[in-house]
């Protein structure tokens, strides 16, 4: 059977079917009936629950490799550190190997806060970021907050399997 979504069809059978919306179960037998609605339902729930392992299984795969990865990153700084110390140890400030060329050079100069309430403020930078919770609250309150509206986000669907 070819499943396809004819979503103006759906809507008209069941705006013809709407004196019958009250009995739930007389409602959707009737619609079913005449579509595949419910059969779109149940392949599309099938569809999203798939979908749902996959991307949880993706998940757990991305922090394994993540985990990994740190572990691997941080094994190669502790080689790093070694051969550094190695060259200071012999007084080498560059050694040619086969594999490559190593060599030390001065650390970058790089600016320290201690204390970043004695910064003088001129030397700061200022982040402005709205404050939603506050700005709903006006709103709410009835008050106009230019710049700022609220909007309804898109209908949700909640999925309880059973």
Do not use: W
Not at 8 to 33: C, H, K, Q, T, V
Not at 114 to 121: C, E, Q, R, W
């Amino acid at each position: 059977m070819n499943m396809r979504i004819d979503i103006p069809l759906i809507e008209r059978i069941a705006a013809l079917l709407d004196p019958y919306r009250d009995d739930g179960d007389l409602f959707m037998d009737s619609l079913d009936s005449q579509t595949d609605v419910l059969d779109l339902m149940d392949r599309s729930l099938t569809a999203m629950q798939a979908d749902e392992a996959l991307a949880q299984a993706i998940k757990a795969q991305e922090d394994a490799l993540a985990k990994r990865r740190q572990r691997i990153e941080s094994r190669r700084d502790a080689h790093k550190a070694a051969v550094r110390e190695m060259l200071r140890a012999t007084g080498q400030k560059k050694v040619e190997r086969p594999l490559a060329t190593l060599s030390m050079r001065q650390g970058s100069v790089a600016v320290h806060i201690h204390d970043d309430a004695s910064v003088p403020t001129q030397l700061c930078k200022v982040t402005r970021t709205p404050d939603k919770a506050a700005i709903r609250k006006q709103i709410d309150a009835g008050e106009d907050v230019p710049g700022a509206y609220l909007v309804r986000g898109e209908d949700t669907l909640s999925v309880r399997v059973l």
